[in-house]
């Protein structure tokens, strides 16, 4: 996208990292002088702040389809889409193509690649394989090497900014980035990736039965580089199923990349999450999330140069889909005025008034999963359970906007905890995670 944007006399100043989770509104704001465009490429996660938004996954939340100039295809990389369809001649070669879209689509198979190449930090050219398939696993190094350093402070940056469209150009940045910021060479990253793979066989937080990969968390993790994606399947090869669960309130399935079986060809697992989901669709309604908790968690690593959650952010995500109750800005200019100040600037009153206005957990969790027939994703649970201001105990009167209010008190279930909040959400997930293994099991048996 940069290169795009220079060959079109678009000046590119600074370029900030975005990344899903708490520092999604950590993002510093744009502080070039004079007319500024904020671009987001390759994020599911719109924000009305941009100007120009292109994403290739199956859906995009938050975006302001009135002033952001959208470019959303399902491809099997956003670098296609950029350098094939939106710019006029090809920004990267045909071949480094081929090595994106293989690695962000996860198309192993096809290209006859086993987890052993891609948790590769090595390479050396093989004599014996065609000048292609050299290209290929060279490109899966300068994969596994960005992702070993994408949270070194400017690492990142330093990429973008100085990187031609070019896998080599790349790679030589990432090599020259290690000699000039670390000690750490690639056969010290192979060496603690190797480790982490002994230390995740036999794993207690790790399942492994009928053809299922269950696992809690990612172990310990020790050594830049140690951290894999693909463990799990270089550890049980014969798995065809991973369902992970991560604290953070994450649950991901996943069929196995590396493995072809053309007889769950057909199972969707974003469709098969969903009606797990729909069985705790009465609990999650019934359970209120408080913007103030929303806010105060969205902005947990904001500091004063971030953008922030804003009033537009909520709004291009959830729409009306909240609840008011007395005590609530009156209008909506109100509650922008003080939606767009961050939350550590807010005032005990200005607090109060976002304690006055909710969520029902579903249309939250909803709003922030996704999912296609290969890979889904369940987020937003962290939420539940998460008290941020001290909840009143008496039971608070809410209602959908424009409608008549009603009393809202929360259900007692098995999810409800008083002495650590956070083991209500844990213990939620623990359930949906274990009930999706069950209905995946049951799928399964019927192929």
């Not at 710019?87 to 480094?96: A, E, G, I, P, V």
């Not at 006055?356 to 939420?383: C, E």
């Amino acid at each position: 996208m940069k290169y795009y944007l220079k060959s079109n006399n678009i000046d590119v100043v600074d370029c900030e990292i975005i990344q899903y989770g708490d520092t999604e509104f950590s993002v510093k704001k744009p502080d070039a002088s004079g007319d500024v465009m904020p671009v987001l490429v390759d994020f599911a996660h719109g924000k009305p702040m941009f100007k120009i938004h292109t994403d290739h996954h199956d859906s995009q939340i938050g975006v302001d389809t009135k002033k952001t100039s959208g470019q959303f295809k399902k491809a099997r990389s956003n670098a296609e889409t950029i350098s094939q369809s939106i710019s006029k001649t090809d920004l990267f070669s045909d071949t480094d193509i081929l090595i994106i879209n293989t690695v962000d689509s996860a198309d192993f198979v096809r290209q006859g690649l086993t987890p052993n190449d891609v948790i590769n930090y090595l390479f050396k050219f093989d004599k014996l394989k065609s000048v292609r398939e050299n290209k290929l696993l060279m490109g899966l190094v300068a994969n596994k090497l960005l992702l070993a350093f994408k949270n070194k402070k400017g690492f990142l940056e330093n990429l973008v900014m100085n990187s031609k469209p070019s896998i080599l150009s790349i790679l030589n940045n990432i090599k020259k980035w290690m000699k000039e910021n670390t000690s750490e060479i690639p056969a010290d990253l192979q060496a603690n990736a190797e480790k982490y793979i002994e230390s995740m066989k036999g794993h207690k937080n790790v399942e492994f039965k009928d053809g299922i990969i269950y696992q809690y968390g990612m172990g310990s993790l020790k050594g830049t580089g140690s951290y894999d994606r693909y463990t799990s399947f270089k550890n049980q090869p014969d798995a065809d199923f991973l369902i992970i669960y991560w604290p953070l309130g994450l649950i991901q399935v996943s069929k196995n990349p590396f493995k072809p079986n053309p007889k769950y060809s057909t199972l969707h697992l974003g469709e098969l999450a969903q009606k797990v989901m729909a069985q705790f669709k009465p609990m999650l309604e019934d359970k209120l999330i408080l913007l103030s908790t929303i806010k105060w968690v969205s902005e947990s690593k904001a500091t004063e140069e971030s953008v922030g959650f804003t009033f537009n952010d909520f709004y291009a995500t959830y729409g009306d889909k909240y609840y008011t109750k007395e005590g609530a800005p009156k209008t909506n200019a109100e509650l922008k005025g003080i939606m767009d100040k961050l939350f550590s600037e807010l005032t005990e009153e200005e607090k109060k008034k976002l304690d006055s206005i909710a969520l029902n957990a579903w249309d939250l969790i909803q709003a922030n999963s996704g999912g296609h027939p290969s890979i889904t994703n369940i987020s937003g649970l962290n939420f539940i359970g998460r008290g941020g201001r001290p909840p009143s105990k008496e039971p608070r009167t809410y209602a959908p906007k424009s409608t008549e209010h009603r009393t809202y008190a929360p259900k007692t279930s098995s999810y409800k905890s008083e002495p650590r909040s956070e083991t209500q959400y844990l213990t939620l997930m623990k359930d949906i995670a274990s009930k999706i293994k069950t209905k995946l099991e049951k799928e399964i048996s019927i192929y």
